[in-house]
């Protein structure tokens, strides 16, 4: 561009709030809020000067140009919800642990969510949501026809589907009336959840088949009438919040000198538990349903605290030989355990384990990479994860 083509063109507009806004030397840089920070300290090269006096100067462009300088003006500080309207519109005294995850993650979503409360518009199709209620309520189903079947784990993969058929029975009988019906394409969807239920069955007992842990207590809702205690997070002001949630899964193991315990939590998405996370209070449900637990039995100790992923894992075909052992690998427990080697053993005796993560290099020592922790380390966790949950929520009040 010539700067003969840009002469002449005023370089001072008044905005519609009256102000004059001085385009006069700024350098129009990538992105908006550069742009903006040039303008405001005056900074614009003579080329990109009468690139924005072109642009001021053509009825088409001008008025985006106005918009752009107004979003450049200094917005007005911000200020915090006054203790007083936080109150009213968080009034709860017991909460959830997802609750507190959501805050940390964002705290203008869980504003939204648990302040302002929209009101969600469904409309009639599958939502996602109802997949994870579907593998929570067929996992429990199949858990529980386990003390009925004396076999059990030592049973062959014919017999575990019919287990698990058995438990979908009523779940997908309440099909006949939702959107799961409608389609091929939502009947296919049906048929692959049902596949997977039967898969993560299978796996869990497979794992079972290597372990000395036992589903113990299932569904275990602490908080709720009926249950277990809540826990109780003290806040910087000295006030008292209490956290309620469901353990999908507790087993136990008693070794006759200890008993530990370790909770399960079943996930339609793949995760992993991250130390970082944790620390920064987006991780807290796994250290949080551990503590429950080992407050309902007081004497136990901890042994791990762990993902299910409910999925449908990838592996390469070609690798017949090695698929069984990579499904393995995706739909094991994850998460964090003790690093001790017995208490590992009574887990999973298989050599690679078969239904954990394979935490120990050779000589004892835990792999880069994994949550593997002495009693004391696990302990600390369990100890600090409603002290990281505390300052959210009194951040919240």
């Not at 004059?20 to 303008?39: H, K, P, S, V």
């Not at 006096?53 to 919800?81: C, I, K, S, T």
């Not at 969510?113 to 309520?137: I, K, M, N, S």
């Not at 922790?373 to 009194?394: G, V």
Request: charged share 30%; proline share 5%; with cysteine.
């Amino acid at each position: 561009m010539s700067d003969e083509k840009f002469e002449d063109v005023q370089t001072e507009e008044v905005l519609s709030d009256g102000k004059t806004a001085n385009l006069a030397g700024a350098e129009l840089a990538a992105d908006e809020e550069q742009i903006g920070q040039r303008i405001r300290t005056n900074t614009m090269n003579a080329e990109w000067m009468n690139a924005w006096r072109w642009l001021m100067q053509h009825e088409d462009y001008r008025p985006m140009a106005l918009e752009l300088v107004r979003g450049m003006q200094d917005a007005p500080d911000e200020e915090n919800l006054s203790p007083a309207l936080a109150k009213q519109l968080f009034t709860e005294r017991i909460i959830t642990v997802s609750r507190l995850e959501s805050y940390a993650a964002c705290p203008y979503s869980h504003f939204v969510e648990y302040g302002l409360r929209p009101q969600e518009q469904r409309e009639w199709g599958v939502d996602p949501r109802e997949r994870g209620t579907f593998f929570h309520a067929a996992m429990e189903g199949f858990t529980r026809t386990l003390p009925e079947n004396e076999k059990w784990p030592h049973i062959g993969r014919k017999e575990c589907d019919e287990m698990m058929t058995a438990a979908l029975k009523p779940l997908v009988a309440a099909w006949d009336d939702s959107a799961f019906t409608d389609t091929a394409r939502t009947r296919a969807e049906a048929r692959r959840y049902m596949n997977i239920c039967k898969r993560v069955a299978w796996a869990f007992t497979k794992g079972a088949m290597q372990s000395q842990f036992r589903p113990s207590e299932i569904e275990v809702a602490f908080g709720y009438p009926g249950g277990p205690p809540p826990l109780v997070l003290t806040l910087h002001d000295g006030s008292r919040v209490l956290v309620r949630g469901r353990i999908d899964r507790i087993d136990r193991f008693d070794s006759g000198e200890s008993v530990y315990l370790r909770v399960v939590d079943y996930k339609s998405g793949e995760q992993r538990l991250d130390a970082s996370r944790i620390y920064i209070g987006m991780q807290l449900q796994l250290l949080l349903y551990l503590e429950a637990a080992l407050e309902n039995e007081k004497n136990a100790l901890p042994a791990g605290a762990f993902y299910q992923w409910m999925g449908d894992p990838l592996v390469d075909q070609e690798k017949k030989y090695a698929i069984e052992s990579e499904l393995a690998k995706r739909l094991c427990l994850k998460g964090v355990m003790l690093s001790d080697v017995q208490v590992i053993e009574w887990m999973d005796a298989a050599k690679p384990p078969v239904s954990i993560e394979d935490v120990l290099k050779k000589d004892g020592t835990p792999r880069s990479g994994k949550l593997a922790c002495t009693l004391e380390e696990l302990n600390t966790l369990i100890q600090r994860a409603p002290k990281r949950a505390s300052p959210h929520r009194s951040a919240e009040r």
